[in-house]
DNA sequence: ACCTTTATGTTGGATGTGCAACAAATCTGT
DNA sequence: ACAGATTTGTTGCACATCCAACATAAAGGT
């Protein structure tokens, strides 16, 4: 990157800006880096990064600042240790369900990521066919998978694309199976809460022989406000703990195959 | 992450796998975290680091490693300094040409990319069609940015998609001007090294009321394998300097504006 | 202009990290 | 079992980073 050029001093939302735009070229800053190319303390820098952290703009690590990964949801759970365990385990559970040679489609989200983390890592010999973009670039690093990547009006937030053309060029593909997420799983069915991605969950389901939702359970009970599918509909649930009560009953009456640790 | 069970010491190569693993789910991890997991001593872990950062696998960073960045380029000039700074000032040059409203084609890219990191920092009002997930990421950041993907098979060492379908779908769409990058420019005319690209490229120019190249000094005289464009087709030619010769003296009998910082 | 608030710089000591050289342990092929 | 290669542990030291507390400077409001 280029030298501060001039006597004009960045103020400190410029040099918020600058950091993240240098994470967005680079996985890694280091905070001596910054404090020469911006002509300020290494504290100043520091306490920068310490504000864009608890914004979860970025990630700290000793010395310097790491990005976190583009889209990534910023909900409280995404941060905690536990809840990334679970989407480990939930990851692995539904990437052993694909085998060599399969063809299936993955839903934008952060449970679905971990899956496709784990399905680059695994080395299965895949075609996967997304509208995200994140999952496109991490399941492209596997040497044996095949990507697709849906086209689409871009939704800065999840790093992802939706839209009717993006539901119109999934139609043109038919798959093994599909791999999606949800924000809730209640007894009204699935339900999801960012606007257009129900209806490409739903343009997947239409396209694929099998459907997995990976859905843990803390989004059990939960009702967003826009339907994806009915209960009946869902397939097979991967999550990682067996729900309860009337949601456990209706998940059995639709014929729901539940997938658990 | 879950601690490492059982007294059984993980092998070299075990280890660097998980350190893989782990990065494939966190951004950054810390040597001494890894070292405890492990059981192992710092040492080891630094070394295991050192070889994967050897392989390309990760980056290095003061205490730790992080993930490389999904798509990244890693290609020489990427990382010299002399470069990033003449395709800033490219990049400047480009987006001055972008007006509020606008609707644009931008190309896969390292200098392209420097120019979508400006418009998306001067928050121009554009409606931008690409086919690179990192030009859509960044651009999509700018909440004035209207960012539509095209479709097509991924290539993850460029982070772009091509292909026929991609192709067809920017014949969809017309816009006022297109910006592309080349590997090379010499008398024989833009050409193009990475296969795909130029096919791309060409369907962009198609659909677009002006075309701009953005090519830096060093791409002179340099042929490549696949053929973009005659240099009467070329339009306008943003650089950081004046080409010279023969080649100067054929982009002026092309009628190519060209534009200096 | 004044005061208040906020942002930035400075300092020093505690702690974390990197590196290199060597020792110990482990692996490998015969 | 043996010798040689590879891997890992240990140690000491140079250096980078962190943190907290305080000083200084800049910005904002009345």
Avoid: W
């Avoid at 911006?38 to 703009?57: C, I, K, P, S």
């Avoid at 939706?162 to 069915?189: I, K, P, Q, W």
């Avoid at 397939?235 to 014929?255: C, F, I, K, M, Y």
Wanted: aromatic content about 4%.
């Amino acid at each position: 990157m280029e030298q501060q050029t001039g006597p004009h001093r960045l103020k400190k939302r410029e040099r918020h800006d600058q950091i993240l735009l240098h994470l967005k070229l680079r996985p890694h800053v280091r905070v001596t880096e910054l404090a020469t190319l911006f002509g300020v303390t290494t504290e100043t820098v520091r306490r920068d990064m310490d504000d864009l952290e608890q914004r979860g703009l970025l990630e700290r690590a000793h010395g310097g600042a790491s990005a976190t990964h583009p889209g990534a949801h910023r909900d409280l759970d995404e941060r905690r240790q536990e809840r990334v365990a679970e989407r480990e385990h939930l990851g692995r559970l539904a990437a052993a369900l694909v085998q060599d040679g399969d063809t299936i489609m993955i839903d934008a989200g952060s449970t679905t990521m971990v899956f496709a983390r784990l399905l680059a890592f695994a080395e299965t010999r895949v075609t996967a066919i997304t509208n995200s973009l994140q999952i496109g670039m991490i399941l492209g690093q596997s040497a044996r998978a095949r990507v697709i990547l849906a086209p689409g009006s871009y939704l800065p937030q999840e790093a992802a694309v939706v839209g009717v053309e993006t539901c119109d060029y999934l139609a043109r593909y038919h798959v093994d199976a599909c791999f999606l997420g949800a924000a809730g799983l209640s007894e009204a069915g699935v339900t999801e809460a960012v606007e257009g991605f129900s209806a490409v969950k739903r343009a997947m389901m239409r396209q694929s022989g099998a459907c997995r939702f990976l859905i843990d359970a803390s989004k059990f009970g939960l009702t967003r406000l826009n339907h994806v599918a009915r209960l009946h509909e869902v397939g097979t649930l991967v999550s990682d703990r067996a729900p309860e009560g009337a949601l456990a009953q209706d998940l059995r009456d639709g014929g729901v195959e539940i997938i658990l640790p």
